[in-house]
């Protein structure tokens, strides 16, 4: 049985949920550490949705390259007389 089936009897995170997780983590970490906590999530997350968008990039770009058709190469005529 995984975790979320677990919790799923729980239902959706409402409003008094969202007050009584920000108390328990106020009293937890305390009011100083909170904006330093804020921040350091701030910033994992700017950076997470930043590698996530190069991620998406490469990918489309590899996707983009992979479906171009081939480039033709110019032949050139042999010159069979000099060979001969």
């Known amino acids: 049985?995984?975790?979320?089936?677990t919790?799923?009897?729980?239902?959706?995170?409402?409003g008094p949920e969202m007050i009584m997780i920000f108390?328990?983590?106020l009293l937890?970490?305390?009011a100083k550490k909170l904006p330093e906590l804020a921040r350091g999530m701030?910033?994992?997350?700017?950076e997470f949705k930043?590698?996530?968008e190069e991620f998406e990039h490469e990918i489309t770009r590899s996707?983009?390259?992979a479906q171009k058709p081939a480039?033709?190469?110019?032949?050139?005529p042999h010159d069979e007389d000099e060979a001969g």
């Open 1 to 5: 049985m995984s975790l979320f089936n």
């Open 7 to 14: 919790l799923a009897f729980l239902g959706p995170i409402g």
């Open 23 to 25: 108390v328990v983590i």
């Open 28 to 30: 937890l970490f305390g």
């Open 42 to 46: 701030g910033k994992s997350l700017g």
């Open 50 to 52: 930043k590698a996530k």
């Open 63 to 65: 996707t983009e390259e």
């Open 71 to 76: 480039p033709r190469r110019k032949t050139q």
